[in-house]
T-cell receptor
Framework: AQSVAQPEDQVNVAEGNPLTVKCTYS??????LFWYVQYPNRGLQFLLK??????LVKGSYGFEAEFNKSQTSFHLKKPSALVSDSALYFC????????????FGQGTELSVKP | SAVISQKPSRDICQRGTSLTIQCQVD?????MFWYRQQPGQSLTLIAT?????????ESGFVIDKFPISRPNLTFSTLTVSNMSPEDSSIYLC????????????FGPGTRLTVT
């Protein structure tokens, strides 16, 4: 079965420190991986994606993510967290073995304190 | 990326009634989707809205409960029928990016509370 796991319900980081939000996946075939962010009372915003090519992908707002095929992971990172980064983050995967369906992880609440 | 709007942004409805949610996109798109986000939960795909044909529903979702219309390439509606408190959720529409980009773009969502 295709699935995405975000092992941490919540991540707490001090402003200015690096942050990591973890994601692992299980799919058949090549994974197409995505990160989305949801601010309170707003829809999801696309942050970045991995389709093919370099394992380190850069996205919006200074975020980046590293695709690791051997560990089936796609962790989201940022070198220096901002208070405004506090939001709900979702990892997602498309597997074209499942007709292109987008499968979401359960979400990780990121809290950045000043 | 496409600009997506949804109406209403939120509503409070009585059980047994129905609510129709509209999704408007500022450009023609092939693929449109409807998702549900229950309180404190992740997103679950309800159905793919197909232009000119019946929507394709995911397991656990049926047309009688969630009828969907897609009259053209920029507009879709989702109706939540015969509502119960368990239908209280955020409902989001999304559109697929181009064939070469794969990502989906989401509307702001409709927050539904059923009393």
């Amino acid at each position: 079965a295709q699935s995405v796991a975000q092992p941490e319900d919540q991540v707490n980081v001090a402003e200015g420190n690096p942050l990591t939000v973890k994601c692992t996946y299980s799919v058949s075939g090549n994974p197409y991986l995505f990160w989305y962010v949801q601010y309170p009372n707003r829809g999801l915003q696309f942050l970045l994606k991995y389709i093919t090519g370099d394992n380190l992908v850069k996205g919006s707002y200074g975020f980046e993510a590293e695709f690791n095929k051997s560990q089936t992971s796609f962790h989201l990172k940022k070198p220096s967290a901002l208070v405004s980064d506090s939001a709900l983050y979702f990892c997602a995967v498309i597997s074209y073995n499942q007709g292109g369906k987008l499968i979401f992880g359960q979400g990780t609440e990121l809290s950045v304190k000043p | 990326s496409a600009v997506i709007s949804q109406k209403p942004s939120r509503d409070i409805c009585q059980r047994g009634t129905s609510l129709t949610i509209q999704c408007q996109v500022d450009s023609q798109v092939t693929m449109m989707f409807w998702y549900r986000q229950q309180p404190g939960q992740s997103l679950t795909l309800i159905a793919t809205a197909n232009q000119g044909s019946e929507a394709t529903y995911e397991s656990g979702f049926v047309i009688d409960k969630f009828p969907i219309s897609r009259p053209n390439l920029t507009f879709s509606t989702l109706t939540v029928s015969n509502m119960s408190p368990e239908d209280s959720s955020i409902y989001l529409c999304s559109v697929a990016g181009t064939a070469s980009s794969y990502e989906q773009y989401f509307g702001p969502g409709t927050r539904l509370t059923v009393t």
